[in-house]
């Protein structure tokens, strides 16, 4: 059976850099080399999981040069009814706007069916990357979840739910699969993340008025209430990972100790724990029992806000 090459292509600012690549490492289970923003894989993974994702190209033609490609489309006699080749620019674009444009040209002359420039069914990627040409299906990130920063309920201070989709892709990894718990969980940010994204989440909130507005948050969005108003030290049930915004005393004063219970308690309800904490708390985190830690930076343009670590 043949396998299927997809690309993606990255888009991150100068000072997102370390979380994307933090995000990549985790989602795919490999590392991604510094700097490069893109990745060839066998690896399908849906063009919406990743706020880092530009796009995902199908690869179906890869040759070194464009008359390669171009002789390959032919004789594979592809066909497609309401078609549109989009040239796909990568970071450092070779190609001039009239090369993309001859070379789209080029390979649609060689596709059968229709093409549709203004609302295609079939969208078709072609792109030149260090030396290669590449050509297939191509699904562009879908950014709807931007929108959900529009909730009912939201603190000032709360992370927001670019941070929450990216610690729920760095707690899932490469499964899916897997049962989360986030038992701080405050206005419900990484539950609806996690929810959005098909993964099972369950949700803790010591004051009850918080939990009332993160069961809202959710349902705002149509999503089952999967949010009790518990202390998390009364839970019972085992995850395998727990995603903890830990409160840090900003406008609640919360104490070290506090903090650490939180962390103990993670540590029992949960086989690993992604941390965001707002100050660097690894002696606390080592004290609660766990033995490695792998942090990164989240900034906001170039001030840092929180600190990105899992924890096992
Ligand atoms: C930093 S906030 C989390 C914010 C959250 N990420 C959001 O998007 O709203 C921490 C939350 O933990 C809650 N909390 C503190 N101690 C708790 C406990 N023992 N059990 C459950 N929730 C607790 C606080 O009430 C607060 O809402």
Request: glycine share 6%; with cysteine.
């Amino acid at each position: 059976m043949k396998t299927t090459t997809y690309l993606y292509m990255l888009n991150y600012q100068g000072h997102e850099q370390e979380l994307c690549e933090f995000e990549q490492r985790y989602l795919f289970g490999t590392p991604q080399q510094t700097g490069v923003k893109y990745r060839l894989t066998t690896q399908e993974i849906d063009p919406a999981t990743s706020p880092f994702f530009r796009y995902r190209l199908e690869v179906a033609f890869q040759a070194p040069t464009l008359a390669e490609l171009v002789a390959a489309v032919e004789a594979a006699q592809i066909h497609y009814d309401e078609f549109k080749i989009h040239y796909l620019k990568a970071e450092n674009e070779p190609l001039s706007y009239q090369e993309r444009l001859q070379a789209c040209r080029a390979v649609g002359f060689v596709v059968g069916g229709e093409a549709n420039m203004h609302a295609p069914l079939v969208n078709l990627g072609l792109t030149y990357l260090e030396g290669e040409w590449y050509f297939g299906l191509v699904e562009h990130h879908d950014a709807k979840w931007q929108t959900r920063s529009q909730k009912p309920h939201s603190y000032s201070n709360s992370i927001n739910n670019k941070v929450a989709k990216i610690a729920v892709n760095v707690a899932c990894g490469t499964d899916t699969q897997l049962h989360l718990v986030d038992p701080c969980c405050g206005v419900g940010t990484v539950v609806i993340e996690a929810l959005m994204h098909g993964v099972a989440i369950q949700g803790y909130e010591i004051n009850p008025t918080v939990a009332q507005q993160a069961q809202e948050n959710s349902q705002h969005f149509g999503l089952k209430n999967v949010i009790q108003a518990q202390d998390m030290h009364e839970v019972t049930t085992h995850y395998d990972v727990a995603i903890i915004d830990i409160p840090y005393g900003l406008y609640t004063p919360t104490t070290r100790e506090e903090q650490l219970a939180i962390l103990k308690t993670a540590k029992r309800i949960a086989n690993r724990l992604v941390l965001l904490t707002s100050e660097d708390l690894d002696e606390l985190i080592f004290e609660a029992g766990y033995q490695n830690i792998d942090t990164c930076l989240v900034r906001k343009t170039n001030v840092f806000t929180r600190r990105l670590s899992v924890c096992d």
